[in-house]
T-cell receptor, first 112, second 109 residues
Framework: GQNIDQPTEMTATEGAIVQINCTYQ??????LFWYQQHAGEAPTFLSY????GLEEKGRFSSFLSRSKGYSYLLLKELQMKDSASYLC?????????????FGTGTRLQVTL | DVKVTQSSRYLVKRTGEKVFLECVQD?????MFWYRQDPGLGLRLIYF???????EKGDIPEGYSVSREKKERFSLILESASTNQTSMYLC????????FGPGTRLTVT
């Protein structure tokens, strides 16, 4: 099975940098995904890591350390529209259909 | 752009009713998923399907069944709705990353 932990809530200031951590313990691992979910909306895909290291995509970056069971999502130059929940999800190595197990999400509030 | 649509945004049903939630995707994805999302519990997988007529139980399949007769359509069925099935239901499809529909907020009274 999978166990995924991430902080419940975080607050940061517009223009700042915030790091959202995710730790996992899994029976199998085949990649880690980050999703963004605005209130009342569906999750949208942000990033994917399967190898150790940093993946950068504009203002967002995601890091993975497989040996430590650890990932983080880094958001730079925060904007008010970044206020949302951020979901960490691990892909099961053993399963079919790219099955994902999600953490409970981190609600980020960006303030002025 | 991938499009995943769900039949209703909001639904109110009575206890004991049979409920059908429909999901359609337009990207020819083989994999489709049904989740429910509850505060503090996150997204939990109910059922998924990796091909037409193929299905597998997720983490919380009790009280639910699914149907996949066509590749683009995946239905979630609540045989006899109960109040503890009040939730947000999200459908997703994928080749690799998952694309989600807008969700159906189901209230069972």
């Amino acid at each position: 099975g999978q166990n995924i932990d991430q902080p419940t809530e975080m607050t940061a200031t517009e223009g700042a940098i915030v790091q959202i951590n995710c730790t996992y313990q899994t029976s199998g691992f085949n990649g880690l995904f980050w999703y963004q979910q605005h209130a009342g909306e569906a999750p949208t895909f942000l990033s994917y890591n399967v190898l150790d290291g940093l993946e950068e995509k504009g203002r967002f970056s995601s890091f993975l350390s497989r040996s430590k069971g650890y990932s983080y999502l880094l958001l730079k130059e925060l904007q008010m529209k970044d206020s949302a929940s951020y979901l960490c999800a691990v892909r099961d190595e053993t399963g079919t259909a790219s099955k994902l197990t999600f953490g409970t999400g981190t609600r980020l509030q960006v303030t002025l | 752009d991938v499009k995943v649509t769900q039949s209703s945004r909001y639904l109110v049903k009575r206890t004991g009713e049979k409920v059908f939630l429909e999901c359609v995707q337009d990207m020819d994805h083989e994999n489709m998923f049904w989740y429910r999302q509850d505060p503090g519990l996150g997204l939990r997988l109910i059922y998924f399907s990796y091909d037409v007529k193929m299905k597998e139980k997720g983490d919380i399949p009790e009280g639910y069944s699914v149907s996949r007769e066509k590749k683009e359509r995946f239905s979630l069925i609540l045989e006899s709705a109960s109040t503890n099935q009040t939730s947000m239901y999200l459908c997703a499809s994928s080749f690799y990353e998952q694309y989600f529909g807008p969700g159906t907020r189901l209230t069972v009274t």
